[in-house]
């Protein structure tokens, strides 16, 4: 324990609270039930133990602090104490969160199916990152037959709630001719707002109707610009055949 919250403490985050620090430290833990915010704290052990606190008296906030920093330190038998305690009060940030541990395999067999399951709990209330990892699981067949007509529906909420993640599979889909009619004028909507939001990987499709003419006039110089901003794999190499077939300099 003396090990862990040394390790923790070294990392900056709420930790370096055994049994005994807490009862050498009751003069300064006195007011924590009188804080209703942990974050105000600044000495990291007292922070710790008012999350600690808090958890322990049923607080989900507190509980999913205290899982995510468990995750940072790879620490995953503490985080599913917490996550567990959590979800099971229906939190959709802990199903999330727990269905990435069954997904990855982290401190538990990995179970897709288990994970697929807590996504699912998590995406029918609104979270935007399992409402992708939904979609993610129809457009790769995993634990459910592979649907792209289901998996662009669940793109398609995430879109509209200009998540660039579900920006970038609406133009993928429109591209490739996913579960609709291959559409590049549509495409190139959607990777537009997405880069406009800063996504490179959108970037990197836009060069790519630039210097093609896909849905839009060739323009080889935007193409070049996008490319650079974009800064992928894909960008360097189409640039480095752009450069080869002297289409830019």
């Known amino acids: 324990m003396k090990l862990l919250n040394s390790i923790l403490l070294t990392l900056f985050i709420f930790t370096g609270c055994s ?8 003069n300064s833990l006195q007011n924590i039930n009188k804080i209703t915010e942990c974050k105000v704290i600044e000495n990291q052990k007292d922070k710790f133990a008012c999350h600690l606190e808090k958890a322990n008296k049923g607080d989900i906030k507190s509980q999913n602090i205290l899982a995510s920093n468990y995750i940072k330190i790879k620490d995953y038998k503490n985080a599913l104490i917490w996550l567990d305690k959590a979800s099971l009060k229906n939190d959709k940030i802990a199903l999330r969160k727990l269905a990435y541990l069954y997904d990855l395999g982290h401190g538990v067999k990995k179970d897709k199916n288990k994970a697929f399951e ?13 409402q992708n990892e939904i979609g993610f699981y129809y457009e790769m067949g995993w634990v459910v037959k592979k649907d792209y007509k289901t998996a662009l529906e669940w793109y398609v909420q995430t879109a509209k709630k200009e998540n660039t993640y579900g920006l970038d599979k609406m133009g993928y889909f429109n591209a490739k001719g996913y579960s609709v ?16 939001k800063g996504s490179k990987y959108a970037m990197s499709w836009l060069g790519f109707f630039y210097e093609q003419g896909n849905g839009i006039d060739v323009d080889y110089a935007k193409a070049k610009a996008l490319y650079e901003k974009s800064g992928s794999q894909f960008s ?3 640039l480095k055949i752009m450069k080869e077939k002297r289409l830019i300099k």
């Not at 699912?120 to 990152?129: F, M, N, W």
């Open 19 to 26: 049994q005994q620090n807490l009862n050498t430290n009751n």
């Open 118 to 130: 807590l996504f699912k709990k998590a995406a029918l209330q609104g979270d935007i990152i399992a």
């Open 181 to 196: 009619p291959q559409n590049y004028v549509e495409s190139y909507k959607w990777f537009k707002k997405s880069a406009l």
């Open 236 to 238: 360097k190499n189409r």
